[in-house]
């Protein structure tokens, strides 16, 4: 079993509806969950960043964190062709002094959106 | 602004050469990571470093060798070159703020081995 997991679409989605992404993750103690955002042939850059369970709001977009169904989402309201991108879901799957800080990824969420 | 530089953006090396990819940050991170992406794979951890001359094996470690002689500088060695290791090789670099971690990358090394 994968221990982050993503559905790798693609999704397509309209111009203004909302694209919901999704993650699972293995680790019951991960405590810090983050959404990247990557164009193609560039970096991944850091969109939101989630530690308490619920939800977490940014402008147009909304992370979500359900510790308990180890799970954790992506909400993108009026989607543009501009969010057309891949998106990475990450999670520090052992906190505490001995992780440094270390991600594991997801394999990533193809996300159209489409005029 | 803050900044995670890779030296080179492309790549081209012989099979069988040694490789070095520097990756240099100047926000006095503690902590710097390597990784590799390849489609259908996302991103895999090869090495990472938490203090000068520190380092740890990540997920897939063999074929690759890391060194930290400076706070700022995290060099890749790919020790003798093969196919298998064309992707794209990405550096983070990440500090404890507010309690959490969070990961600056570079731009990114598009390594091609022929």
């Known amino acids: 079993q994968k221990e982050v997991e993503q559905n790798s679409g693609p999704l397509s989605v309209p111009e203004g509806a909302i694209a919901s992404l999704n993650c699972t993750y293995s680790?019951?103690?991960?405590?810090?969950f983050f959404w990247y955002r990557q164009y193609s042939g560039k970096s991944p850059e850091l969109i939101m960043s989630?530690?308490?369970?619920g939800d977490k709001e940014d402008g147009r977009f909304t992370a979500q964190l359900n510790k308990a169904s180890q799970y954790v989402s992506l909400l993108i309201r009026d989607s543009q062709p501009s969010d057309s991108a891949t998106y990475l879901c990450?999670?520090?799957?052992?906190?505490?002094?001995?992780?440094?800080?270390?991600?594991?990824f997801g394999q990533g969420t193809i996300l159209t959106v489409h005029p | 602004d803050v900044k995670v530089t890779q030296s080179s953006r492309y790549l081209v090396k012989r099979t069988g050469e040694k490789v070095f990819l520097e990756c240099v940050q100047d926000?006095?991170?503690?902590?710097m990571f390597w990784y590799r992406q390849d489609p259908g794979l996302g991103l895999r951890l090869i090495y990472f470093?938490?203090?000068?001359?520190?380092?740890e094996k990540g997920d897939i470690p063999e074929g690759y060798s890391v060194s930290r002689e400076k706070k700022e500088r995290f060099s890749l060695i790919l020790e003798s070159a093969s196919t298998n290791q064309t992707s794209m090789y990405l550096c983070?670099?990440?500090?404890?703020?507010?309690?959490?971690?969070?990961?600056?990358f570079g731009s990114g090394t598009r390594l091609t081995v022929v």
């Open positions: 989630i530690y308490s369970n």
């Open positions: 470093s938490y203090d000068v001359k520190m380092k």
């Open positions: 990450a999670v520090n799957m052992s906190p505490g002094g001995t992780s440094y800080g270390k991600l594991t």
């Open positions: 680790d019951r103690v991960s405590q810090s």
């Open positions: 983070a670099s990440s500090s404890l703020t507010g309690g959490y971690y969070g990961y600056t």
């Open positions: 926000m006095d991170h503690e902590n």
